[in-house]
């Protein structure tokens, strides 16, 4: 038995699919590649595949998570090879590791924190856009209305935005940068940060891309110098702003 983690990107050609058809679609081609995916035991064994935080419809990411459970133990670079065969355009494999067998199990339930890009195209005025940000992280509460499956209620946002920036400015288009709290347990949407900032006014076109996933300190023991376990690689963790 052993188990592997896949990160992956989502491109444009598929930012339209939900997360429940991309799961689909990779479990699909994991069995098209021929991967002996471990069950579990029951009266209706499914294979032991678990996912990172989904994106939202219409964004775009290069830090997805997939691990899963093969039967036996393969070389990663193979893993990767075959399963991208089997993948269609827009969902790219980007690498795949294992995990040692001394280590305990990923599920990503220490996952609590997601960096995004978020470019708005449009009539955009820079200096109210850096205006509203400032205002956005000096606010000691921004209430948010949430419906949708669960009767409507009122989420405060404010202890959910780490950063928030203005990375680049043009004429017609302007760059930001946010780390937000995700997770199962519940957290920020990039879309309400555009919400807040008045952006989504004028038909300006807004792009969301993940660009990265952590586990924060307060999810994993402290590390030295402060560095946040980042997938992939690690970095110093972001403070609130």
Request: aromatic share 6%; glycine share 10%.
């Amino acid at each position: 038995m052993a188990q592997f983690i896949c990160r992956y990107r989502k491109a444009p050609e598929v930012r339209w699919i939900s997360h429940l058809d991309l799961k689909r679609t990779l479990e699909r081609a994991m069995r098209r590649a021929g991967l002996e995916l471990e069950l579990t035991k029951g009266h209706n064994p499914h294979p032991k595949i678990s996912y990172g935080p989904p994106l939202p419809l219409g964004a775009t990411g290069e830090a997805e998570l997939l691990a899963f459970h093969l039967e036996e133990g393969a070389d990663p670079n193979a893993i990767k090879e075959r399963l991208s065969g089997q993948l269609p355009p827009g969902i790219e494999i980007a690498e795949v590791w294992a995990v040692p067998g001394y280590k305990k199990k990923e599920t990503f339930g220490e996952v609590d924190l997601a960096e995004y890009v978020i470019t708005v195209t449009g009539r955009i005025d820079a200096e109210q856009v850096r205006e509203g940000v400032g205002k956005l992280l000096e606010s000691e509460a921004l209430m948010v209305q949430r419906g949708g499956e669960r009767p409507e209620r009122e989420v405060d946002l404010r202890p959910l935005i780490h950063s928030l920036e203005v990375a680049e400015v043009s004429e017609r288009e302007v760059t930001l940068r946010a780390r937000l709290t995700t997770g199962s347990h519940g957290g920020a949407r990039p879309q309400e940060i555009v919400q807040l900032l008045g952006l989504e006014a004028n038909d300006n076109v807004v792009r969301y891309h993940r660009t990265g996933v952590f586990a924060s300190a307060e999810a994993t023991a402290p590390r030295p110098r402060g560095v946040w376990r980042r997938w992939g690689r690690s970095r110093t963790g972001p403070s609130k702003s």
